[in-house]
């Protein structure tokens, strides 16, 4: 098959459209805003080491983080492109404090969606020239359309997700995503600067023999993390697994998607609920993850369906392979039984 056969992202979005009853389009101008900032960071992190844009901005993020360039430079982009084209009536980014409502001007009266987004993810990579992400995750408001966003807007339980979706800036530009209806990848021709529809309908594989965590940590994990861990190592069956972690969720996610594997930040580390963020980073990739056929938890519990209390929660994470993620939490649970 040639390239020229595949569909691009823009004409698979406009197909997709009639799944949706009713629908306005709306989600597919912002779907087609996301595409656009997509090639916009992206254009930008490919020049990183020629035009100054490595090293840090001088600055913390709300999270206390230490922002890079290329973290403030994206999240711009990202709230530009969304907010110029009134396709959504607000944003949250792991990069603000708080949420920004985009004002309702004659077009955006009814926007309806709000999005929440981690511009540049795995940014402590960007400087040795490792892979970084994009994650993004979108909502159908709860407040009346035409009044100002609210918080609870924000908060929604992962269940609710109406799209969600990664880019890997990597060896080739990919976005994913999926809007409930199984999993779509894209890579980006740069020559031509468009995205193909690449991996139609990704599964990831429901067992898989590689394993994902910062074991630098290892010490403060719980014990049936360290548990899960000695029995990925012990030689047995397919058994021991392999270790891979870069450090960057989008791209130790697609590897582990396309292969089949776990990726775990667990608790224990310097925050208690480890580092990832719940509506960020984890919903999203947890959406994406069981549209896939895998699964994603906090250790006991599906991620989609924790009720979020704050817009930078932190929340563990187990995710990946459908059968490993079981084994982690049969290790997990084993532990709480025995306390
Ligand atoms: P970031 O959004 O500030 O880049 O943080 C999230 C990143 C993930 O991409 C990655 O998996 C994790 O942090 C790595 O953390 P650590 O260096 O503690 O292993
Ligand atoms: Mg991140």
């Not at 098959?1 to 979005?13: A, K, S």
């Not at 009720?307 to 532990?335: I, Y």
């Amino acid at each position: 098959m040639t390239q020229n056969t595949h569909p691009t992202l823009g004409e698979f979005i406009i197909q997709k459209q009639d799944d949706f009853v009713y629908s306005s389009g709306e989600l597919s101008r912002l779907l087609s805003s996301i595409k656009l900032a997509t090639k916009i960071v992206n254009y930008k992190v490919n020049k990183a080491g020629l035009v100054n844009i490595l090293g840090e901005y001088g600055e913390e993020n709300v999270q206390g983080e230490r922002q890079q360039k290329l973290d403030v430079y994206a999240n711009e982009v990202f709230i530009d492109t969304l907010s110029q084209r009134e396709v959504v009536c607000g944003i949250a980014s792991e990069e603000n404090e708080d949420y920004i409502e985009i004002p309702c001007t004659t077009n955006a009266k009814n926007s309806k969606y709000v999005v929440l987004i981690d511009p540049l993810d795995g940014s402590s990579n960007i400087d040795v020239n490792v892979s970084v992400g994009t994650i993004f995750s979108i909502y159908r408001r709860i407040s009346e359309p035409g009044t100002p966003v609210t918080q609870e807007d924000f908060l929604q339980p992962g269940n609710q997700q109406v799209a969600a979706g990664y880019i890997v800036y990597g060896t080739s530009t990919m976005l994913v995503y999926t809007t409930g209806n199984g999993v779509n990848g894209f890579t980006l021709n740069p020559g031509i600067g468009t995205f193909y529809l690449s991996h139609p309908d990704m599964k990831i594989p429901e067992d898989g023999n590689i394993y994902s965590i910062n074991e630098g940590n290892y010490a403060k994990f719980p014990a049936g993390v360290k548990k899960y861990i000695k029995y990925c190592q012990e030689e047995e069956g397919e058994r021991p697994y392999t270790s891979r972690y870069i450090g960057s969720l989008c791209s130790d996610f697609h590897r582990n998607m396309l292969k089949g594997g776990i990726y775990i930040y667990p608790s224990g580390t310097n925050n208690p609920n480890g580092k990832l963020r719940l509506l960020y980073e984890c919903n999203p990739m947890a959406f994406i993850a069981e549209q896939a056929g895998g699964k994603a938890s906090d250790g006991f519990h599906r991620i989609l369906d924790i009720q979020p209390t704050e817009l930078h929660q932190r929340v563990p994470f187990f995710c990946g392979s459908k059968n490993m993620v079981e084994k982690a939490e049969a290790f997990m649970q084993a532990e709480k039984d025995s306390q």
